[in-house]
């Protein structure tokens, strides 16, 4: 088996949850206040990009585990 991180994994399930779940939220909850679901969808949406970028830059800023090896051997 792959040396997967916890650290990784952790971060992937949160953001597997956050992505089915905020969305839904966002969609249901902005409709006791909006009775449009044009922009209920939107809003919803939105929330699943804001979910998907946080996760993209999550990525992006990790060390990797190449890079700490590198480290730990100079």
Do not use: H, R
């Amino acid at each position: 088996m792959a040396d997967i991180p916890k650290s990784v994994v952790v971060k992937l399930l949160s953001t597997t949850v956050l992505m089915i779940l905020l969305p839904l939220v966002t969609f249901f909850g902005s409709q006791l206040y909006i009775k449009n679901s044009i922009v209920n969808g939107g809003l919803a949406a939105l929330a699943a990009n804001i979910v998907l970028i946080s996760y993209c830059v999550m990525a992006f800023t990790e060390n990797s585990s190449e890079e700490l090896k590198e480290k730990k051997e100079k």
